[in-house]
């Protein structure tokens, strides 16, 4: 069964428009500069960590959040040279257009947005909701990482001295680079963990304990969300579920940001969800077929904690059913 495309698509103000292996993607050019957009359809996820997963925090407390309506996200962290091309000026001190913008405040991000929206016909660019960005960022997956339970340098752009699960350190490049230099997720989606930490829409606060539909966050706190961890940070800091804050004028060399669509939800939206939601459940079972699953279960409950490592030899790995 064909994925439904949403409605009004390929729209007008697009410069190019397609479908590939991971879905659909738009393209739009301002100022002779193009970025790619990918869809992301509706669906539900759990946001937040489950209380067995390594260096969680309170913070992360487990949710179901249902995101009603589809929207479109950069495929990339907003580039240098698409900054320059709209503010005509570069916040950041190392100089490369291909590389994430940084030293970019929420403030600055917003005046950003909103001067780019007057340069295309009724489109509205945004930052992403924190549940928007979360179930971009897992595509579809339940692990610490979209990449597995698991993270190397040649996934992300992390500070290696920091790994994850007790592994050997590894590359620290320590600086941001290319925005498509390494592999994308599921979703086509690259860097959603590393190189830098990304603005969210929502002010800062705890989440819900029952389950949400299209989440926006609390109103009006004392910080923002950001998310995704940086070149400088420890793996632990890039998980699919881990969170950060600043004050909304906040510039930092390991800050940056993407942007979504939001546009007014398909018609069919119910149905579409219904077919889909068969799609995924079909490749669930063909994926499953003779499939052993695997989870790493800590010794003790208290290695949740932020600052303590897990030693290899602490570790358990225990077939699903059999304790």
């Given at each position: ?42 669906g539900h996820f759990s946001m937040g960590s489950p ?17 009603s309506k589809g929207f479109w996200i950069t495929d ?219 989870v790493i279960i800590p010794e003790k409950e208290e ?21």
């Amino acid at each position: 069964m064909k994925i439904i495309p949403p409605a009004g698509f390929p729209y007008t103000w697009c410069s190019n428009s397609g479908e590939d292996k991971f879905g659909f993607w738009l393209e739009f050019t301002l100022k002779r500069i193009t970025r790619r957009m990918r869809w992301i359809r509706q669906g539900h996820f759990s946001m937040g960590s489950p209380y067995d997963e390594l260096h969680r925090h309170h913070y992360e407390t487990r949710y179901e959040v249902t995101l009603s309506k589809g929207f479109w996200i950069t495929d990339t962290a907003c580039t240098q040279e698409l900054w320059n091309s709209i503010m005509e000026k570069n916040p950041g001190t190392d100089f490369n257009q291909k590389e994430p913008v940084v030293n970019v405040s929420w403030d600055d991000c917003d005046s950003f947005l909103k001067k780019m929206n007057g340069l295309l016909e009724n489109v509205v660019f945004s930052l992403p909701t924190e549940a928007q960005w979360e179930y971009a960022c897992r595509a579809g997956t339940t692990d610490p990482f979209s990449f597995g339970m698991n993270i190397s340098p040649e996934q992300v752009n992390y500070n290696g001295n920091y790994p994850y699960l007790g592994d050997t350190k590894g590359l620290n490049r320590g600086k941001t680079v290319a925005v498509k230099s390494l592999p994308a997720n599921q979703w086509g989606l690259y860097k959603m963990h590393g190189n830098v930490w990304e603005w969210c829409k929502d002010w800062y606060g705890d989440y819900n304990t029952e389950s949400v539909t299209d989440p926006a966050g609390p109103a009006n706190r004392k910080y923002r969300v950001l998310r995704g961890g940086s070149a400088f940070s420890g793996a632990a800091d890039c998980r699919s579920a881990a969170r950060s804050r600043c004050h909304s004028d906040g510039r930092y060399k390991r800050n940056g940001f993407r942007f979504v669509w939001n546009p007014l939800p398909p018609e069919n939206t119910e149905k579409q969800l219904e077919e889909e939601k068969a799609i995924d459940d079909d490749k669930s079972k063909e994926k499953d077929k003779g499939k052993e699953e695997y989870v790493i279960i800590p010794e003790k409950e208290e290695l949740v904690a932020r600052d303590i490592t897990m030693p290899k030899d602490k570790m358990k790995k225990i077939r699903k059913g059999r304790m």
